[in-house]
């Protein structure tokens, strides 16, 4: 049994608003504010796909750049880390709160790869996101399109476009 579950279809409310409802399903969002709440299962699934990565490495760090907001399912205080260098809030019994850009920050790192010199190439791997659509810069375009990634950025990029109700 799951015990994260049931706070998927309870009513819970946006941690950095408070007052606002967050809108029904997996990932939840703020129409307020446009914060996104996401079960950490959720997360990193989709940094699997961003990365074809089965079981991706997900390197949290803490940080005292803010204080930790309370965690919109059980309200103790989330502790405050740094994801892709992204201060994120997470509670570990019920997912993670990222503010208005952060999710797609994240998931836009996530996929940034140093290039090796045995690869034959000295550029970075760089996925960006720009407004509401995804732009692939650099010399890795031609090796993301044929390799796959870039359908797999643009299929997780939509389900959480789409699941947000501006």
Known sequence: MH???PFRTATIHCPRCRTVALTDGDMRHCIQCKGSWVPEE????HISAMTSEVKPVIDWSVTHKRVGLPCAACKHTMETL???DIPVDRCHSHGVWFDKDE???VLRR???KPRTESDGSTGLAVAEV???GLVVVGEVALEAASSGILEGVLEVLGGIFSA???
């Open 3 to 5: 015990h994260a579950a």
């Open 42 to 45: 959720t997360l990193h699934a």
């Open 82 to 84: 740094l994801l892709f």
């Open 103 to 105: 999710l797609a920050e």
């Open 110 to 112: 996530s996929t940034v």
């Open 130 to 132: 720009a407004g509401d």
């Open 164 to 166: 947000i109700d501006f």
